[in-house]
């Protein structure tokens, strides 16, 4: 067989193996096992939306290819009205808008259409590995950007070299935050937007999370901030919103440029996805509401497992959104010694934030998307594990 691409060998190794091995051992063992570690809504998607994609699967239009320049017209459209409803941005559907195979896809072709061997893209740590991966495998260099807690998990633009930024084309960012929980305010946008004109870099912010939130807090868009569609984009998913991982559905919105040279790459790779599903991901963001069942759950699953911690002596913060909790680790260990210990002792699985970039080393990440709990009571049991195993 022939060698594969070189390109490969630039992907990082894979620092959850021992993680997925020690699982795979407890699953065998036949322990019963919480886990903590996989950030995949535990809930089914909403019964009304399957109902649209049945209905919608049994249209004959949806059978063929969409052929449409940007996606499925009627899907952008209702895009377009849920950005006007939940975050006041106006966008034309026509150019402000492209339909995505669920958001990973975007954010990886990113970097494809716009990275080439020696450019520089500018990524937070930790951080969703897809932006560096995708990076590295177009040939480019990555300049990590530290999201430390005294900062609120933001990266401090000013320690960018000016040589650095003068060479970045793309910087990526994502809030609410995978993995630290941490939210960003306009401010700090506002701030993103000046430094990415005076240096000329696309701004790519993944909005995956914007939707799952906490009490009285709601995240905002990038694109809310005067001057975000001109130098950048934002991505989000129907994944996480609607409990819809498996559907593969997301859109990119701003800046016309980026929307049209990614789906001039796109368009050579892809030829979109089943428009029955679009159809029904419309129904969905068109009968989207503020207040979920499934946000109900996972702010009580937050509370015992926040308040838990805390009882148990953990520094730790609620989180004002997404639905991971940012553990700061005892201080004689790593990150991979404590959720190995978690793992053999408590038989909870956590994920060490090393696997999310150097500066994730002294944290673990807790999912609060636990399949199989009810009502908070497999936190409860987690906390009490946990309490027992380090007691
Ligand atoms: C920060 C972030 N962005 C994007 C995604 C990808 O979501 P999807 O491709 O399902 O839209 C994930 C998935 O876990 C994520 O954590």
């Not at 990524?123 to 991966?133: G, L, N």
């Not at 941490?182 to 701004?203: G, N, Q, S, T, Y």
């Not at 593969?248 to 001039?264: C, D, K, M, Q, S």
């Not at 009571?377 to 309490?387: F, K, P, Q, S, T």
Request: proline fraction near 8%; aromatic fraction near 10%.
């Amino acid at each position: 067989m022939p060698a594969p691409s070189a390109r490969l060998n630039r992907i990082p190794p894979y620092l959850f193996g021992e993680m997925a091995r020690l699982k795979a051992q407890a699953i065998a063992e036949g322990r019963d096992l919480i886990d903590l570690g996989i950030g995949d809504p535990d809930q089914p998607s909403p019964e009304s939306v399957i109902a649209a994609l049945a209905e919608a699967a049994r249209n004959p239009e949806t059978h063929r290819y969409d052929e449409s320049p940007a996606g499925w017209p009627p899907f952008l459209e209702a895009a377009a009205r849920w950005y006007r409803r939940r975050f006041g941005v106006e966008l034309d559907p026509g150019s402000e808008l492209l339909l995505l195979i669920g958001s990973k896809e975007g954010l990886a072709h990113l970097a494809w259409a716009y990275i080439d061997p020696g450019d520089l893209a500018l990524v937070p740590d930790p951080a969703y590995t897809v932006y560096k991966v995708n990076t590295l495998l177009a040939g480019g260099e990555i300049h990590t950007m530290p999201l430390r807690r005294e900062s609120g998990f933001l990266p401090d633009l000013g320690e960018i070299p000016t040589e650095v930024a003068r060479r970045a084309k793309l910087l990526y960012l994502n809030y609410p935050n995978n993995p630290t929980g941490a939210v960003a305010p306009l401010e700090f946008f506002a701030a993103v937007v000046a430094f990415a004109r005076e240096h000329d870099i696309v701004v790519c912010h993944d909005a995956a999370y914007t939707e799952v939130y906490y009490d009285d807090y709601r995240p905002v868009s990038f694109l809310q901030t005067p001057g975000a569609r001109e130098v950048g984009i934002e991505i989000h998913s129907a994944s996480k919103t609607f409990n819809m991982t498996g559907w593969r559905v997301g859109w990119a919105a701003g800046n016309p440029e980026v929307l049209r040279i990614l789906n001039r790459l796109k368009s050579n790779i892809d030829s979109k996805q089943f428009p029955a599903v679009d159809m029904a991901a419309a129904y969905a963001l068109d009968t989207w509401t503020e207040d979920r069942p499934t946000l109900r759950l996972y702010r009580k699953r937050r509370d015992i497992l926040v308040n838990g911690l805390r009882r148990l002596g953990f520094d730790v913060e609620p989180p004002k959104a997404s639905f991971y909790v940012w553990l700061p680790v005892p201080a004689e260990m790593t990150a991979s010694e404590f959720a190995r210990l978690l793992l053999e002792r408590a038989g909870v699985l956590v994920i060490p934030g090393i696997g999310y970039g150097e500066c994730g080393e002294g944290y673990v990440r807790l999912s609060l998307t636990v399949a199989g709990d009810r009502d908070g009571e497999r936190l409860a049991e987690a906390v009490e594990r946990i309490g027992r195993a380090l007691g």
